[in-house]
């Protein structure tokens, strides 16, 4: 069982920045594949990034790119993901998810496929 807990939600402008933390316990950190979603109201869960194990290797949704950053750092058992350039259609509820990583670069865009899921953090983008 792995424990996530994300933290740095709130409430930014437009144009405005945020980084999002994700905390993970219970395996070794290490052995996981990292990502994040975002569900708005009334809408599917949406992938936006994951990253291998070892942080070598990351994958993006195409509206994350550019804008978006995941990075971990595996000594303090955490993932982030840097949001810049927000926008009101970012506004959303941002989930970390995890999965074991299995030694091996797969990026995983389908939100089944991971096993392990945060509580969320609310992102509020105002116009």
């Known amino acids: 069982q792995v424990h996530l807990v994300e933290s740095g939600g709130g409430l930014v402008q437009t144009g405005g920045s945020l980084r999002l933390s994700c905390a993970a316990s219970g395996r070794a950190f290490n052995s996981l594949a990292m990502g994040w979603f975002r569900q708005a109201p009334g809408r599917e869960r949406e992938f936006l990034a994951t990253?291998?194990?070892?942080?070598?290797?990351?994958y993006y949704a195409d509206v994350a790119k550019g804008r978006f950053t995941i990075s971990r750092d595996n000594a303090k058992n955490t993932v982030y993901l840097q949001m810049n350039s927000l926008k009101p259609e970012d506004t959303a509820i941002y989930y970390c998810?995890?999965?074991?990583?299995?030694?091996?670069?797969?990026?995983?865009?389908?939100?089944?496929?991971?096993?392990?899921w945060g509580q969320g953090t609310q992102v509020t983008v105002s116009s």
């Open positions: 998810t995890s999965r074991p990583d299995g030694g091996r670069y797969r990026p995983v865009s389908v939100a089944n496929e991971y096993d392990w």
């Open positions: 990253i291998t194990g070892s942080g070598s290797e990351t």
